[in-house]
């Protein structure tokens, strides 16, 4: 049965990105909690940002769960990345992801890889950079494997990157890795930009997909665009996917409204008829 997840986003410097909560999480858990959702993703400044202690036991008052922790902010805050052609920025990229990797398997939570995977920058052969992308990836892939925990990657649109913008490239990326303990993010805001197929695309790669960001085409709360979700719901029935469906979208009109469109999608999409 797949579960209904809400974002919480707790860096300042990236206030017009797609998540929903933005308030502390002492106000956010709760409220997500009391729409009935069954988790929250976290976007944090570092590891270091949050004590997940605290995070344990808000989670637990409110019988939540943390669905998973994105590592953007190693990006937006520091401009690290897996594929940068400096050795010193990847190995910082490498270490920041590390640390929210350990961070995440404290909460049972497996880290997101999206922007840190980063550009072929120019100047740089494409397989350079997938080489050097590959080389992080198999690292954080074990340290994952260690803790417990999944690794996650997510193809993002060819305006956030040039490096893996479908499912079926990401998987094909995948499998020539030597980790086999990373799955792929199927984002529906980035697979309507360039996928054929949404639907298609979630059933040909169904092995692979252990994460799904909730949004519409416009990237606002599902129900407030045109994504055909009749069809994708079909597909991921098929697919028999289980795991969470988490709302990475615009907090729009407000957050709290967001949240309230969110759950009544969420349900009519999932709930049995």
Same mark, same amino acid.
């Given at each position: 049965?797949?579960?209904?997840?809400?974002?919480?986003?707790?860096?300042?410097?990236?206030?017009?990105?797609?998540?929903?909560?933005?308030?502390?999480?002492?106000v956010s858990i709760p409220k997500a909690a009391k729409l009935g959702?069954?988790?929250?993703?976290?976007?944090?400044?570092?590891?270091?940002?949050?004590?997940?202690?605290?995070?344990?036991?808000?989670?637990?008052?409110?019988?939540?769960?943390?669905?998973?922790? +994105?590592?953007?902010?190693?990006?937006?805050?520091?401009?690290?990345?897996?594929?940068?052609?400096?050795?010193? $920025?990847? @190995?910082?990229?490498?270490?920041?992801?590390?640390?929210?990797?350990?961070?995440?398997?404290?909460?049972?939570?497996?880290? $997101?890889?999206?922007?840190?995977? !980063?550009?072929? =920058?120019?100047? $740089?052969?494409?397989? @350079?950079?997938? *080489?050097?992308?590959? =080389?992080?990836?198999?690292?954080?892939?074990? @340290?994952?494997?260690? @803790?417990?925990?999944?690794?996650?990657?997510?193809?993002?649109n060819r305006y956030e990157t040039n490096m893996f913008n479908q499912?079926? *490239?990401?998987? !094909?990326?995948?499998?020539?890795?030597?980790?086999r303990n990373i799955v792929l993010l199927a984002d529906l805001f980035?697979?309507?930009?360039?996928?054929?197929?949404?639907?298609?695309?979630?059933?040909?790669?169904?092995?692979?997909?252990?994460?799904?960001?909730?949004?519409?085409?416009?990237?606002?709360?599902?129900?407030?665009?045109?994504?055909?979700?009749?069809?994708?719901?079909?597909?991921?029935?098929? $697919? +028999?996917?289980? +795991?969470?469906?988490?709302? =990475?979208?615009?907090?729009?009109?407000?957050?709290?409204?967001?949240?309230?469109?969110?759950?009544?999608?969420?349900?009519?999409?999932?709930?049995?008829?």
């Amino acid at each position: 049965m797949v579960k209904s997840c809400a974002t919480i986003a707790l860096v300042p410097e990236i206030k017009a990105g797609p998540w929903i909560y933005w308030e502390r999480l002492e106000v956010s858990i709760p409220k997500a909690a009391k729409l009935g959702f069954d988790a929250v993703e976290l976007f944090t400044a570092s590891a270091e940002a949050v004590d997940p202690e605290q995070v344990k036991g808000l989670c637990d008052a409110n019988r939540m769960k943390i669905a998973a922790v +994105g590592t953007g902010a190693g990006k937006v805050l520091h401009g690290w990345t897996l594929a940068s052609p400096d050795k010193n $920025i990847r @190995q910082k990229a490498v270490a920041f992801v590390s640390k929210m990797i350990a961070f995440a398997a404290r909460l049972g939570a497996p880290a $997101i890889i999206g922007s840190m995977q !980063g550009n072929v =920058e120019p100047g $740089i052969e494409r397989p @350079q950079a997938v *080489a050097w992308l590959a =080389e992080g990836l198999n690292e954080l892939g074990r @340290q994952a494997q260690e @803790q417990g925990v999944r690794l996650i990657f997510e193809p993002l649109n060819r305006y956030e990157t040039n490096m893996f913008n479908q499912l079926g *490239a990401g998987a !094909g990326f995948l499998e020539t890795l030597d980790t086999r303990n990373i799955v792929l993010l199927a984002d529906l805001f980035h697979m309507n930009i360039e996928e054929q197929s949404i639907a298609g695309a979630l059933r040909e790669n169904a092995g692979r997909i252990g994460h799904l960001h909730f949004a519409d085409s416009n990237r606002r709360p599902v129900g407030m665009g045109h994504t055909d979700m009749p069809d994708v719901v079909k597909a991921l029935t098929q $697919i +028999g996917y289980a +795991g969470y469906v988490s709302a =990475e979208a615009f907090p729009w009109p407000t957050p709290d409204k967001a949240a309230e469109q969110t759950i009544r999608a969420f349900r009519a999409c999932f709930s049995p008829k």
